[in-house]
């Protein structure tokens, strides 16, 4: 019988690997991330956008590119929502587990596509969500993502998603992309800023490995 590790637990008979996600982030082991995060629900900065959107009402359907989506938590809360997605992402598992996914049922508002955040061509989009994705982004590369990512949303669209903070322990990987306030604000100067929370706070796994997160958690209109 295999040994129980500290990052595993029984729960039903089923084993189940309860290392934090961070732990698999750090060294982009994107299998790892996905098997862990499988099912989670979207993210606040998701949440409250869509809520945003809803005091605004529209009778056409809207459309968000959801870059770097990962398994799909946000995606598919896009869909139940009715929303037309596009959902990019750069490892092939991510998008494989969103194609099989049965928490939604509208796979013809789906698009799919396979692509780095350093050279991904964004659609005009009402939306772009980019969930701690963006500091995976080679650093040389982030300022014409961004710049892509501001030119894709429509005026009085928006952008939901994280920047990263200096103060972050990833910021010693030299191929992360972290930033001060005061860069974040100049980053946003093309939105009016909806929500800026800047969290700082210690994060552990259970064999003690550490990490510090520094967050900057944004919703925001286009100008
Ligand atoms: C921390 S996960 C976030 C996933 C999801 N958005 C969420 O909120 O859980 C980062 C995602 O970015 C993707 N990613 C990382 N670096 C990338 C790159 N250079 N190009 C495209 N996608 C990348 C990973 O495959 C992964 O799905």
Redesign the pocket.
């Known amino acids: 019988m295999k040994d129980m590790s500290e990052h595993e637990q029984k729960t039903d008979g089923v084993t189940r690997d309860t290392t934090p996600a961070f732990v698999y982030?750090t060294t982009?082991d994107?299998a790892g991330?996905f098997e862990v995060?499988q099912g989670r629900p979207p993210?606040d900065t998701l949440l409250h956008t869509l809520e945003l959107f809803s005091r605004e009402p529209s009778d056409r359907t809207r459309f968000a590119v959801d870059l770097?989506?990962?398994e799909g938590?946000?995606t598919a809360e896009l869909l139940r929502q009715g929303w037309k997605v596009h959902a990019v992402?750069?490892?092939p598992d991510?998008l494989t587990r969103l194609m099989h996914r049965d928490d939604h049922h509208a796979m013809e508002r789906l698009t799919m596509q396979l692509?780095?955040?350093?050279r991904v061509v964004l659609p005009e989009c009402d939306l772009l969500n980019a969930?701690?994705?963006m500091p995976?982004?080679?650093p040389d590369h982030y300022e014409a993502m961004w710049n892509r990512i501001v030119d894709a949303v429509k005026v009085g669209g928006r952008f939901s998603g994280q920047f990263f903070g200096d103060r972050d322990s990833w910021a010693s990987i030299p191929d992360r992309s972290h930033f001060t306030r005061s860069q974040v604000e100049a980053f946003l100067s093309p939105f009016d800023v909806e929500m800026l929370k800047e969290e700082e706070r210690e994060g552990q796994d259970c064999s003690g490995v550490s990490k510090h997160w520094h967050v900057f958690h944004i919703v925001a209109r286009k100008k």
């Open positions: 982030a982009r994107w991330y995060t993210r770097g989506c990962g938590r946000d992402d750069g490892h991510g692509a780095s955040l350093e969930s701690f994705s995976f982004c080679a």
